[in-house]
Each structure stands twice: as structure tokens, then as C-alpha cells.
């Protein structure tokens, strides 16, 4: 993937990832909002609420000199994304009684992944999460935190592993540190975690 570029999103940078939205399914009325509201905000939400959230995201997290997420591209077309920040920043997270803090040590979280339909199967993802991990470790991140899909080796639907896949995360050097479940009939939910060290 030698042609690829990921910079951290901006504000001159989200008619980019308008357009990657845009190409349709969840990620054009979801904007990434998911994580960022409980479940009943995000429930009663619209595409443009949605938008605003992401945009106010943009915002409040460049006073603090980082993005809320990072954007690939390839010849100047945005072809990828993923959302990433320190785990106050998702108030999903913060109120979720499954993925609950594991404990009360500082932590970021990579939530989000989109890739676009012609750069899919081509390693667009594992890209985005290795960019994911040194930008959050310059940004002063020592330990990071992911909830990917199981797929025990099976083919399963692009929207189903918005989270990235638990493989993806293994061979980026993330462990399953624990794996909690809603109810005895919902399936496992993996959360794995890794550590960095500052440059």
C-alpha cells in the first residue's frame, strides 16, 4: 500500500470524509456518532445530527492539538477511515454496562473502521489500525483498547465488523483480555488491549 496517505481528520478534511460516507450504508446516516451518544440519543438521531456530532468532535479535540479519527487516502480521494480517542471521548462507552471499564487505568479506544467498497479486501483496515496506534501513542497513549467482531474464520457482513475483527487486532499485537457477554443467549464480545511506549 505504498500510494496510501492517513492524516489525522480535520475540519478542512470532512468534505473528504463526507464523500467516503456518502457511498451509502450504515456509515452515511451513522457519521461516526455511534460511540459518541447513548443508545437512546443515538436512536432518535438523524444522518445531519449526526454529522454535527463528528464535526463538534472535530473541534473540541483540536483544542486539544489531536483528531477525533484518522482518514486514508489514495490519489486524493478519501478511501478509509477510523475513530479513535481516549475513552471519556465515547459517551457509549462511559455508560455501556458490557464494555464497562475494565479498570481505572487511562486508556484510548479505536472504535470505528470504514473502508470503502473498491479498497476492500486489500489491507486497508490493519493499515488504519497500525496508523491508529502511532498516532495515539504521539499523542501520549500508553495503553489502547478495541471491541472487534469474532468471526471464527467465517465471511460475515461489512457491517458487522465496523469494529474491526479480533485477527485484525491479534496480528496488530492486541490480547483478548476479557470477553463478557449481555445475557447467557447473546454471543461473547471480545475486548482486547495493547500497550505502547512513547517515542
Known sequence: MDDLEIHPLTPERLPDLA???????????CWCAFFRLRGVEFHNSTGDSNRKVLEEAVGTTAAEDRSPGLVAYRDGEAIGWVSLGPR????RLRHSKILAPLDDKPVWSIVCFVVARKARGQGLASALLDAAVNYAREHGASLLEGYPV????????????????????ERAGF??????????????????RRRVRAR
Open 88 to 91: 471519556d471521548d465515547y459517551q
Open 19 to 29: 464523500a467516503l460516507f456518502g457511498q451509502g450504508g450504515d456509515p452515511k446516516g
Open 175 to 192: 490480547e483478548v483480555v476479557q470477553r463478557r457477554q449481555f445475557n447467557r443467549t447473546s454471543p461473547l464480545r471480545p475486548i482486547v
Open 150 to 169: 469474532e468471526t471464527d474464520g467465517k465471511r460475515i457482513p461489512s457491517a458487522n465488523v465496523y469494529k474491526g475483527t479480533l485477527g485484525m487486532f
